[in-house]
C-alpha cells in the first residue's frame, strides 16, 4: 500500500470538510470512494493531488510527504486526477488537447524552440504518437480532428481520461466518472479502467452509482462527516450497518 493518508483534516472557515481522516490505498486496485454528498470525498481528493493544502496531517505516496506539493508536482510523482465535469479546451482538437498534457514538452522553453528546434520537433513527434495511441485505446482516434468542445458528454469523460493517461500516472483518482455518461460509453470507460488496473495501474474513484461500486472495486471506502466509516469488499460494505445507516439507506 503506497497511497497513505494519515490524520488529514481540511477546514473551510467553520466547517470541517474533512476531519482526522486515515485511509490508505493499496497498489494494483480500484477501490471505490463513497458517502453522502459532504462527505469530503471530493475534499479529499483535492487535498491528495495539491490543488488544496491540509491544515493538518500527512499524505505519503512511497514514503515520500505529497501534503503542501502543488499540483503540479503531484502529477510528476504520478498523482493525477480528473474532475467531475471535464475541463477540455474546447477550441482546438482532441488530439490537441492530448498533446498539451504531456510532461516535458521542450517547446514550452523560447530557448528550446529558438535554439534546439530539432529536440523540439522529435520531442512533438513523439508527444503526437503517443496521443495517438492512447485515443486508438479509448476508441476516440476517429475524433482526433473534431474540436473538443463538439464532444458529448461521454466523450469528453473519455479525453479527460486520456489527458490524465498523457501524464503517465501511477495513481488516477477519478472523481465520478461516470456521471452523466449514457450506460454504453461508460460501460467502455469502465472497461478501460479495468485494463489500466491489469496493467499495474492504482485507481482510486468517487462514485455514487452503486451497480459500478460494487461490480468494478476491488475495495470500497465509505466517507461519512470528513472520516473513514468503513472498509472492505463490495459485498463486506453492502452488508455494513454503519455504511446502510449513514448513505445507502435500509
Known sequence: MTLRIKDVSKRFGGVHAVEECTLGVQDGTITGLIGPNGA???????????????????????????????????VRRGVVK?????????NITVLENLMLA?????????WNVVFRPFRVRKR????????????EFLELDHLATELAGNLSGGQKKLLE?????????????LDEPVAGVNRVLAEKLLDRLDQLREQGMTIFLIEHDMDVVMSRCDVVIAMHNGRKLAEGTPTEIKANDDVIESYLGG
Open 161 to 173: 481520461l486520456g489527458r490524465a493517461l498523457m501524464t503517465d500516472p501511477t495513481h488516477l483518482l
Open 40 to 74: 469530503g470525498k471530493t475534499t479529499l481528493f483535492n487535498l491528495i493531488t495539491g490543488f488544496l493544502h491540509p491544515d493538518g496531517g500527512e499524505i505519503h505516496l512511497n514514503g515520500e510527504r505529497l501534503d503542501g506539493l502543488p499540483a503540479h508536482a503531484t
Open 102 to 110: 504531456a510532461k516535458d514538452n521542450p517547446g514550452e522553453s523560447i
Open 124 to 135: 512533438e513527434r513523439e508527444v503526437q504518437e503517443k496521443a495517438q495511441e492512447i485515443l
Open 82 to 90: 480528473t474532475w467531475q465535469i471535464p475541463r477540455e479546451f474546447e
